[in-house]
């Protein structure tokens, strides 16, 4: 169960209310904080200041919680409300309705990419509208001869390029040489993945996100689903693989300080160990998978007992 640091004496009631209905929750779940984070798609120190009644908690945040914690969303409803109420009564207060500047959640981080997208497009778009006014000046109508003249001439010699091409597809016969005929044209290949083609908050794919944190990349949370899990005496043991990141890794929740979890693809590996501490569980870096049964986790209980125990792919 995670330690809980003493609430602020100084916490408006309706959000020390809340926030101690939130860590009851979390006590109940048996997971710890880092877990919590991870499975609804929120920061670990996100998470620090919601559940010690330092940020408002957005309402995705709630819902995302009820999900993982199994419990009812309409029975924190009432408490939430409260807890909004006394917030927005803070920033009335402190005349802003936000008391840390920090209210929004990642949902709130992901907009805020789209100016920044936005102000890259600029240049391009300045680069445009100076060759536009550098381009030459539409012929004047003082002279409509010579420029009926230029695209008579422009007509005939677009017509005698196709009617050379067209005789010199048909001189090519069709036999089995290779000379007369024009080499067909190299077949598409699909474009891998770049990070301008990903959904906004996801900042690697494939190779790119082999070692790499999935909570950090924007690969975890609801991009994520778990496709293989077992158990390692009381600890569940998962394979979470992200279709957009294309990678995979392996979770460990419910564990103890010092039992291992490794994730394997293709030979290579990633671990993690739980630390000491309020944390019942850990997660591994990334590895990239061409598929999501490509990746095997694998469990290591700090006592030794039942050696190592893998998820059956």
């Known amino acids: 169960m995670p330690g809980w640091k003493a609430l602020s004496d100084e916490l408006d009631p309706d959000v020390r209310a809340f926030a101690e209905r939130l860590r009851r929750l979390v006590d109940r779940s048996g997971l710890g904080v880092t877990a919590v984070a991870e499975r609804t798609g929120h920061d670990r ?106 695209y008579v001439t422009a007509a005939l010699g677009a017509l005698l390029v196709v009617t050379a091409a067209l005789l010199l597809v048909d001189l090519g016969g069709t036999g089995d040489g290779a000379d007369g005929r024009a080499a067909p044209p190299p077949s598409p290949t699909a474009p891998t993945a770049a990070p301008s083609t990903l959904p906004a908050g996801v900042k690697c794919a494939g190779p790119a996100c082999t070692g790499r944190d999935p909570e950090a990349m924007g690969c975890g949370g609801p991009l994520a689903t778990t496709v293989a899990r077992t158990r390692a005496g009381a600890a569940l043991v998962e394979v979470r693989h992200s279709e957009t990141c294309a990678a995979a890794w392996a979770r460990i929740s419910g564990a103890v300080p010092g039992d291992t979890v490794t994730v394997e693809v293709a030979g290579a590996t990633r671990r993690a160990s739980v630390p000491a501490g309020a944390d019942t569980g850990a997660y591994t870096p990334m590895l990239a998978v061409t598929a999501a049964t490509d990746a095997t986790a694998c469990a290591t209980l700090a006592d030794g007992a039942d050696g190592e125990v893998c998820t059956a792919n």
């Open 45 to 150: 120190s996100t998470w620090d200041a919601y559940l010690g009644g330092r940020r408002p908690v957005p309402r995705s945040a709630v819902a995302a919680l009820a999900e993982v914690t199994g419990t009812e969303p309409g029975d924190l409803a009432a408490e939430w409300e409260r807890a909004e109420r006394a917030w927005a009564r803070i920033g009335d207060r402190e005349g802003a309705p936000d008391p840390d500047g920090s209210r929004d959640d990642r949902t709130m981080q992901i907009r805020r990419l789209e100016p920044a997208q936005d102000s890259a497009q600029a240049p391009s778009q300045a680069t445009a509208r100076a060759a536009t006014a550098d381009s030459p000046a539409s012929p004047s109508p003082s002279r409509p001869r010579r420029t009926l003249l230029l």
